[in-house]
């Protein structure tokens, strides 16, 4: 079965950087765009970034963009989210989720989820 | 930004009778409209996608409704089980996603 597994999260100061990583099994990674969506606490779902299946289209929310990059590495069936220069609204569970194959959609599967809190 | 809002923000239903959400777009989405469950301290999970289309492994007693700005969420007799929070996602400009219905046992 797909499986997601998020890591990295933790507590960071403002200003800081953090590396979240998404490890896929149970489908062909290759094959999917992959997305991250954040959740700050008690809050609703916000859409961060999009990554190609071929990592030749990234997108990213306009809160995020400058400060993060996403990537993926297809050899080790993994995503990655670099978070340069945070901030305290960038506290939030982070999810990896794999989307469509042709373009970036809707998300079938999820990981668990990382909790990254931005705090001095 | 294409704004999704859902109404209402909390619905109490009894188990076994029928919950409708509603689902708003600030401007046509087309069908390119999904809902996700989620509940208390697990991931959102796909259950609706094209606006319609049940995802895999979703029970038939949910289904998906409309087009344009406006769509549905109907859960036909509730289970314990799908007392939790909805949400919809539009996915035809960009990525944005409602606020949430918290659905709650009455």
């Known amino acids: 079965q797909v499986q997601l597994v998020e890591s990295g999260g933790g507590l960071v100061k403002p200003g800081g950087s953090l590396r979240l990583s998404c490890a896929a099994s149970?489908?062909?990674?290759?094959?999917?765009?992959m997305t991250w969506v954040r959740q700050a606490p008690g809050k609703g779902l916000e859409w961060v970034s999009y990554?190609?299946?071929?990592?030749?289209?990234?997108q990213y929310a306009d809160s995020v963009k400058g400060r993060f990059t996403i990537s993926r590495d297809n050899a080790k069936d993994s995503l990655y989210l670099q978070m340069n220069s945070l901030r305290a609204e960038d506290t939030a569970v982070y999810y990896c989720?794999?989307?469509?194959?042709?373009?970036?959609?809707?998300?079938?599967?999820w990981g668990q989820g990382a909790l990254v809190t931005v705090s001095s | 930004e294409i704004v999704m809002t859902q109404s209402p923000a909390t619905l109490s239903v009894s188990p076994g009778e029928r919950a409708t959400l509603s689902c708003r777009a600030s401007?046509?989405?087309?069908?390119?409209l999904a809902w996700y469950q989620q509940k208390p301290g697990q991931a959102p999970r796909l259950l609706i996608y094209?606006?319609?289309t049940r995802a895999t492994g979703i029970p038939a007693r949910f289904s998906g409704s409309g087009s344009g700005t406006e769509f549905i969420l109907t859960i036909s007799s509730l289970q314990s089980e799908d007392f939790a929070v909805y949400y919809c996602?539009?996915?035809?400009?960009?990525?944005?996603f409602g606020q949430g219905t918290k659905l709650e046992i009455k």
């Open positions: 989720a794999r989307d469509g194959r042709s373009s970036s959609t809707c998300y079938s599967d």
């Open positions: 996602q539009q996915y035809n400009y960009w990525y944005t």
């Open positions: 094209g606006a319609s």
């Open positions: 149970g489908f062909t990674f290759s094959d999917h765009y």
């Open positions: 990554i190609s299946s071929t990592s030749h289209s990234k």
């Open positions: 401007q046509s989405v087309s069908s390119n």
